[in-house]
């Protein structure tokens, strides 16, 4: 079936530096999509989210970018700090029949060094 | 109040064991959700609940019984597990079941013996 999957699973960033978490999208359908970072033993956590009608959107450190054309998107982190070392998943909401789905992405990784 | 809580945290059953998991909100939302988590994996969406009925089951065994008894309450009842059941069992709420945003408890941690 369609699915949402990232380009890579670990991505190790200096502390200060900018990160770019990537993540590819195969369902043309979806017309929502929201980025989650997970620590540790909690839960997934909102951090941006975007709708198919936009391209770009800005949150504080954090922006989501969105390219249609080729279904890609990202995640961009200013001034990465320790604090966001976690998993980070991109996840598509697309309507069905039965009703809207959250779909995951496979998670990348984001560690943060000092 | 912006949390999504369930309870327990961990939780160690044994196969023949009957428990069940629970999940509470009072954000107002409409539309509730179980995801399934195993180690270094996405959520897999189990259940999707919408204004208090089941709108999606996707192809959960019978050994898991969603039960939504009011638009701010959603359990998981637990019957005759395996072992490869044990995993991280997340609730989740939004607005509705449209296009906004899904907030996440913290999971209770399953382990089938």
């Known amino acids: 079936g369609e699915s949402v999957g990232l380009h890579l699973p670990t991505l190790s960033v200096q502390e200060g530096d900018n990160s770019i978490i990537n993540c590819a999208y195969s369902n043309s359908a979806s017309d929502y999509f929201i980025w989650y970072k997970q620590e540790s033993g909690k839960g997934p956590q909102f951090i941006i989210d975007?709708?198919?009608?936009?391209d770009k959107r800005q949150g504080q450190r954090v922006t989501v970018l969105l390219n249609k054309t080729v279904k890609h998107l990202s995640l961009q982190i200013a001034a990465t700090q320790p604090g966001d070392s976690a998993v980070y998943f991109c996840a598509e909401n697309s309507p069905n029949n039965a009703g809207n789905m959250l779909t995951f992405g496979g998670g990348t990784r984001l560690m943060v060094k000092p | 109040d912006t949390e999504v809580t369930q309870t327990p945290k961990h939780l160690v059953m044994g196969m023949t064991n009957k428990k069940s998991l629970k999940c509470e909100q009072h954000m107002g939302h409409r539309a509730m959700y179980w995801y399934k988590q195993k180690a270094k994996k996405p959520p897999e969406l189990m259940f999707v609940y919408s204004y208090e009925k089941l709108s999606i089951n996707e192809s959960v065994p019978s050994r898991f019984s969603p039960e939504c008894p009011n638009s701010s309450l959603l359990n998981l009842h637990l019957h005759a597990l395996q072992p490869e059941d044990s995993a991280l069992y997340l609730c989740?709420?939004?607005?509705?079941?449209?296009?906004?945003?899904?907030?996440f408890g913290q999971g209770t941690r399953l382990t089938v013996v």
């Open positions: 975007i709708r198919s009608n936009m």
């Open positions: 989740a709420s939004s607005h509705d079941a449209g296009n906004t945003e899904a907030f």
